[in-house]
């Protein structure tokens, strides 16, 4: 793989550059230290990816990423910062990861490791595409093809979600959450290893979750649709859903419709 490390600070990209050399997966490991020079190298050079700060003396890395999703052929991003509050907004960016300094070599190789499973899906022909073409006639929309990086609609969704919870940021992975409810005013994630409480509202999280997955059944439920265990009838003709772990939840009769198409029980 080749890699870019922008960071203006000298220290922290030859910290950078030593664990990346460790790690063994590059043959090329270029610096940058401005937007500047970043977009230069980025014309004569194609970076698989690059690991971006979010503080570049008076600019911001995120603005740079913005930039950098909008060529053909991005590359994939990292973010690689000392500042934890930024991690929501680089997700919504398509982020590939968000590693916070002081940097360990078993943090770095684990980000790597992300970039190499995306590049070796990325190399088999048609394969990413299907899978998006499949994920999308399961719910009737259009294919974004991947290539597209200049469309104003994202192009697929991401396979993680970010929350935040008692001031730390949690990253968890989509298809590990069974399901999203509210209660009291607060939204709970139900995942397989735990649940997580938040005063964040359920239709933020619904904007963010990938609409092939995630099914919404009450105005305060939504699920994911491969955790679905078994379908009962349940009172005023509608089903009470029984999701992994033997979490139970109703589908509201105003949602009755959809979930039944969406689970082909039409």
């Known amino acids: ?11 922290a990209r030859n910290e950078l550059n030593y664990l990346l050399t460790q790690n063994g997966h590059f043959e090329t490991i270029d610096e940058a230290e401005t937007i500047a020079e970043t977009l230069e190298k980025l014309l004569y050079e194609t970076y698989d990816v690059i690991f971006l700060d979010i503080n570049l003396m008076n600019e911001s890395g995120l603005d740079l990423a913005e930039k950098i ?8 991003i990292i973010f690689a910062t000392a500042h934890d509050n930024f991690a929501v907004k680089a997700f919504e960016l398509d982020a590939t990861d968000y590693i916070l300094k002081p940097f360990e070599q078993s943090r770095i190789d684990q980000a790597v490791e992300r970039v190499a499973a995306k590049l070796n899906t990325a190399s088999v022909p048609g394969k990413e595409n299907a899978e998006e073409q499949s994920a999308s006639e399961k719910v009737g929309e259009p294919v974004r093809h991947h290539s597209d990086r200049t ?3 994202p192009i697929k969704q991401p396979s993680v979600l970010p929350i ?3 001031e730390r940021i949690y990253v968890l992975n989509q298809r590990d959450i069974i399901a ?15 649940d997580y409480e938040t005063t964040e ?7 963010r979750l990938n609409p092939t997955q995630f099914l919404r059944i009450h105005r305060s439920t939504i699920i994911n649709q491969a955790h679905i265990e078994t379908i009962e009838h349940w009172f005023n003709y509608t089903y009470q859903v ?3 772990g033997g979490l139970k939840v109703q589908v509201s009769r105003s ?9 082909g029980l039409i």
């Open 1 to 11: 793989m080749n890699t870019l490390i922008v960071d203006d600070e000298p220290l």
């Open 69 to 76: 999703q909008k060529m053909k052929q991005a590359p994939y």
């Open 151 to 153: 469309s104003d609609v």
């Open 164 to 166: 935040e919870v008692d």
């Open 180 to 194: 999203l409810s509210v209660n009291n005013g607060k939204t709970t994630l139900h995942t397989l290893s735990r």
């Open 201 to 207: 509202p359920l239709n933020t999280f619904a904007k």
């Open 242 to 244: 029984t999701l992994t």
């Open 255 to 263: 949602y009755m419709k959809p979930f039944k198409a969406a689970i």
